[in-house]
């Protein structure tokens, strides 16, 4: 690599970085409006099975699998009062390390970093953790996200029960 | 996963120590329940000896092990047993995972495919039938080992109907199709209106949470709280364009042996063969052929009821079949009284098209699972409950809604089914409310 596109991917990393920090923050501030604003509308979330982390949807089983009409849906649930697992709403504390940046020069961007998800309810104590996948799309000198998956390291949902916060 | 809390023991009334923890009073039209069933520890170990020790208890699906080797791991009422398809002879074997020489698992992966299955301890080796092969240094032993009598150690009873794998840790119980009663029928239509073969689909929910896990049987078939637990879920139906109209009328029937289903219309799409917005316009005609194949094979009746009506399937004691937006298969066992251990699969047609397979499996998310829509709600309520039993001051449970009456889909009929045989079962463990 050059030293030039060396300083490129750093400023690339550091963009990104931003902008997932960001993300993260809106997660547990609950401003989940503001979160669906940073996806596409032909964005995907995607949560895979523990035991198929590589899981498709077309084909297999998944936890979570949001087109944006199902994401916007999410949001809407979550905010209402009615969504009793997560009324009153975790404390959460979305922690994202490890962020590596593919193909900096591609329109859109392959990203993976690691994450860990404290949510905190009722006395009680869980956490994720696993490897965030995303596609983000370059905007007006920042991101749009096109694609985000998280991909759970646990073995199964036995110590955290569901996933019924956003990860 | 634990609240930290100590299971609560009921102080019960001089009242409820003469009455069986199931009062069931036709005469009255009372049923209740003491809730000491659903917190003492005492309770939850008679459960284990006398129930799950002593029941059908499902194991998998063949189609997880289609070929010869093919194996997975499970936990079956509290004990790690694999399955495998033996090699030789392609039955389905379903073993305890010990060693027989001095205990260690000998299936130590998920699942797989292995001719051979060797303890890592000491290098025992068995095949896929469970013949013991290998021993490292067999000439130190003397005369008195008859390896033959080593092979690994088969579950007391193992047989499947259409694909279902039970096994039984009882050599008494009766068999399978007996045990099975009424739910034989259900599961039929399950798998007919599915074409007549189904398979499970890659990817295992398994989650945890701290109730009791009667608590569990009873919501996996309760139509009364669809509607005031699952609001959002209904509000998200409209917004997509469903018709709720319909309404989720039916009822519920005894199946036997302690289970039991209930039968309702559908206000959701249903992938065999009922059409919704979720699906797409593109999906009607599709929908509509399968419709006609069902005609076709099964008649206009029971094509309408595989097609249109919801089945909600209790098998006692712990095996749920849902047929409802898409199938869902669930077990669960109690590590304790408080907490519940669940593993659910989603069940399809083998061979499905590409594009009905990806609305069955979409559909599937809009409700059930751990990051469904409903799925967690379930859970907050029957955790909520644990934690009001534990608050102490009520003694029992009303499990009487719809008696008098011949029963309806939200009613309790169903509920009381599964009671009644529990009660059977425990004897004298649960004879006396106030004793626990």
């Given amino acids: 690599m050059t030293a030039v596109a060396a300083e490129q991917q750093a400023i690339c990393r550091q963009q990104v970085e931003d902008f997932l920090y960001a993300e993260a923050a809106l997660l547990d501030a609950w401003q989940l409006d503001d979160w669906l604003l940073l996806f596409d509308e032909d964005a995907k979330y995607e949560v895979p099975c523990n035991d198929a982390v590589d899981g498709d949807p077309v084909q297999d089983l998944m936890l979570i699998d949001d087109n944006y009409a199902r994401l916007a849906a999410r949001v809407e649930r979550l905010n209402s009062r009615r969504a009793h697992r997560e009324y009153p709403h975790s404390r959460t504390n979305h922690q994202v390390f490890n962020v590596r940046v593919h193909d900096v020069s591609a329109e859109e961007l392959s990203v993976t970093a690691s994450f860990t998800v404290w949510r905190f309810r009722a006395g009680r104590t869980s956490c994720y953790v696993g490897r965030y996948r995303y596609r983000l799309r370059r905007s007006d000198g920042g991101f749009r996200i096109a694609a985000k998956r998280a991909e759970l390291d646990m073995t199964d949902l036995r110590s955290v029960g569901d996933v019924a916060i956003i990860l | ?436």
């Fill in chain 2, 1 to 436: 996963m634990s609240t930290g809390v100590e299971p609560w023991v009921t102080q019960a009334t001089e009242v409820a120590a003469q009455l069986p923890i199931v009062d069931d009073d036709p005469v009255a039209q009372r049923f209740r329940v003491h809730r000491s069933a659903m917190t003492s520890p005492r309770i939850h170990r008679a459960e284990i000896e006398r129930i799950f020790a002593k029941s059908w208890l499902y194991v998998g699906h063949e189609s997880e092990i289609p070929n010869p080797g093919d194996f997975v791991r499970r936990p079956v009422g509290g004990r790690p047993l694999f399955m495998v398809r033996g090699v030789k002879t392609g039955n389905v074997n379903v073993f305890h995972n010990t060693c027989t020489h001095r205990g260690a698992l000998v299936c130590r992966q998920e699942s797989g495919n292995s001719k051979v299955f060797q303890c890592f301890y000491h290098a025992w080796t068995f095949d896929s039938e469970g013949q013991l092969k290998g021993v490292p240094g067999r000439d130190a032993y003397a005369g008195g080992v008859n390896f033959d009598e080593l092979g690994l150690k088969r579950v007391a009873r193992v047989e499947s109907y259409r694909g279902f794998v039970f096994a039984s840790f009882d050599t008494g119980i009766v068999d399978l199709p007996t045990y099975l009663a009424g739910a034989k029928d259900y599961i039929d239509l399950v798998i007919d209106g599915c074409g007549g073969s189904v398979e499970i689909v890659r990817g295992t929910n398994q989650y945890s949470f701290d109730a009791n896990w009667k608590l569990l049987v009873e919501n996996s078939v309760d139509g009364y709280h669809a509607e005031s637990t699952h609001d959002t879920y209904f509000k998200y139906l409209v917004s997509i364009g469903t018709d709720l109209r319909g309404g989720v009328s039916g009822r519920a029937i005894d199946l036997g042996n302690g289970h039991a289903v209930i039968e309702y219309s559908s206000p959701w799409g249903r992938p065999v063969a009922k059409w919704e917005p979720l699906f797409g316009e593109d999906a009607r005609t599709e929908i509509d052929r399968l419709r006609a194949d069902l005609v076709t094979r099964h008649g206009k009746d029971r094509a309408h009821t595989m097609a249109e009506v919801n089945r909600n399937m209790l098998i006692y004691p712990n095996l749920i079949i849902n047929d409802i937006m898409a199938v869902t298969v669930r077990t669960f066992y109690p590590p304790a009284p408080d907490v519940v251990d669940v593993t659910a699969w989603e069940l399809a047609p083998v061979n499905e098209l590409p594009s009905l397979r990806q609305r069955r499996l979409d559909s599937f998310l809009t409700f059930l699972g751990p990051g469904g829509f409903a799925t967690p709600d379930d859970l907050e309520a029957l955790e909520s409950c644990q934690q009001g039993f534990v608050s102490g001051g009520v003694e029992w449970n009303d499990i009487s809604r719809g008696m008098g009456r011949s029963p309806v889909a939200n009613d309790e009929e169903q509920m009381r089914v599964f009671w009644r045989r529990w009660q059977h079962q425990m004897g004298d463990a649960a004879d006396m409310a106030g004793a626990q």
